[in-house]
């Protein structure tokens, strides 16, 4: 399963209001259906003050007017699944938006400091105290996040209830799945004991207050089965769900009943290099249940990351893995960071007060300037073409990074069965699935290829048996 992750904001803009919307990815479905992916996950549509890029959500059952509306969410669910195509939601179940109305008139839904103050040293995942007072002086809430984002207490069942019944409604709408947001943060300690010092660097380490603390207390508590089987009975036995744990893979285990993949973030954050990588896949593979990714809206774009050269062999190995793959728009165009927000913007939303907006640049459609095909108005954030063209170009050239996802993505339907023979050897990353041998050269020189057979795909022009820098191969092994 090829699953594309859609940033909605920064699709297509059907309306000239330089905002991307739902009218707009449904008139690009024909890209996605070129490239040949099986689902479509969009970031999340709901109303939303999008202090959090939309992952403040105001209405679980509603569509920012800025996006569309529910009638819309039907549409592309319904054009898409005509082109085979699974449409999946984001929901975010861990906390609501301030503005949510149950905050207001459900406050038993949230967790409050039982004393007047924050009641311990948590600290939230973007920095500063994980507590806030309410501007209504009903006490003081936590937030594992922004402090617009105050979390929902899912040691009330009411608030399974709740959610639980909000998949159901988007079943009902033709959603085919759900990726589930920052599942580690949905249960703390119910004594609200304090975080001890950060003994061991993070996996998703950033540079906040946040790391100082290992989230012993706040964060991935016992029981975490519980809230995810009541999600699974609303969204009923034959949804996707893909959870989004910002934990190691060896702690993911508690979680994974009720769901059918995990985000592997070793492979993510691994450095671009044959022995980093295996332990990535391995450490996926462990779990039963990877999702396999390389970027997403909340990091570096992978041409960034990586170096833009390494591009079309990260896209061979990700295509390469068993299970289900996630893309994020504009990878397979090689799209790399942007400016961010423009000169002078506050830092207000729509702008991402965490720094992630270079990473959620406009997809560049067409050749023609100044917003190629994004918007016919002026869009949130510049459109950023890569140097190997826009999607109009990228598709018309066989050699482009889009040719060769569309290729490797057809191939891929010829891999089966588990990974086989994983090894690493001299900067070669190389592995086997039934007959086709997978082989990436990470190293500075060109290497040995080490399958005897025929190339079913190579990313570099290369016609002997060796492997380029930056190089990967598919062969049918003899
Ligand atoms: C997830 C999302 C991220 C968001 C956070 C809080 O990690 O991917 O964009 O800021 O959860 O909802």
Not at 61 to 66: K, Q
Not at 236 to 257: M, N, Q, T, W
Not at 298 to 319: M, Q, S, T, Y
Request: net charge negative; charged share 25%; proline share 10%.
């Amino acid at each position: 399963m090829v699953v594309y992750q859609v940033y909605p904001r920064s699709f297509a803009d059907s309306g000239g209001d330089g905002l991307g919307d739902l009218a707009g990815i449904t008139a690009r479905l024909d890209h996605l259906a070129w490239l040949g992916v099986d689902a479509l996950w969009l970031s999340p549509i709901n109303p939303s003050p999008m202090a959090d890029g939309g992952y403040d959500v105001a209405d679980y059952r509603g569509v920012d007017p800025s996006f569309g509306t529910v009638e819309d969410v039907e549409r592309l669910a319904c054009e898409a699944t005509d082109r085979g195509i699974d449409l999946l939601l984001d929901i975010v179940p861990c906390h609501t938006s301030i503005e949510h109305p149950w905050f207001r008139e459900r406050p038993e839904l949230y967790v409050w400091s039982p004393v007047d103050g924050p009641p311990n040293n948590w600290r939230a995942n973007f920095g500063g105290p994980a507590w806030t007072e309410d501007r209504h002086g009903r006490g003081w809430y936590l937030h594992s996040f922004y402090p617009e984002q105050p979390d929902l207490d899912w040691r009330n069942p009411e608030v399974a209830r709740e959610l639980a019944a909000v998949l159901s409604f988007w079943r009902g709408k033709g959603v085919a799945g759900f990726r589930l947001d920052a599942l580690q943060q949905l249960l703390k300690d119910p004594e609200l004991r304090d975080d001890p010092p950060a003994t061991r660097p993070r996996l998703l380490a950033g540079e906040t207050d946040y790391e100082t603390l290992e989230h012993v207390h706040s964060s991935d508590q016992p029981g975490v089965e519980e809230p995810l089987r009541a999600l699974r009975r609303g969204a009923g036995a034959d949804a996707f769900l893909v959870g989004e744990i910002g934990l190691p893979c060896d702690r993911h285990g508690p979680y994974l009943g009720p769901l059918d993949a995990s985000f592997c973030f070793e492979l993510f954050f691994s450095a671009w290099e044959a022995e980093a990588l295996a332990a990535g896949i391995r450490a996926g593979l462990a779990t039963g249940k990877p999702a396999w990714v390389l970027s997403n809206h909340d990091f570096p774009r992978l041409a960034d990351r990586i170096g833009r050269e390494n591009v079309a062999a990260a896209a061979l190995l990700l295509l390469a893995l068993p299970g289900p793959v996630f893309l994020f728009q504009g990878d397979e165009l090689a799209l790399g960071n942007g400016p961010g927000r423009p000169a002078g913007a506050a830092e207000a939303p729509p702008y991402d007060r965490a720094g992630r907006d270079p990473f959620r640049h406009p997809m560049p459609w067409t050749e023609k300037p100044p917003h190629h095909g994004f918007t016919t108005g002026a869009p949130w954030l510049d459109v950023v073409v890569p140097p190997s063209g826009s999607a109009e170009r990228q598709r018309e050239d066989p050699g482009s990074p889009a040719a060769h996802t569309r290729e490797l993505i057809a191939l891929r339907r010829g891999l089966v069965g588990p990974v086989e023979e994983l090894s690493a050897r001299d900067g070669v990353l190389s592995f086997r699935r039934g007959a086709v041998g997978v082989a990436v050269n990470t190293a500075e020189r060109p290497r040995e290829q080490p399958w005897t057979g025929s190339v079913l795909h190579r990313t570099s022009s290369r016609s002997d048996d060796l492997l380029n820098p930056g190089s990967g191969t598919f062969v049918q092994v003899v």
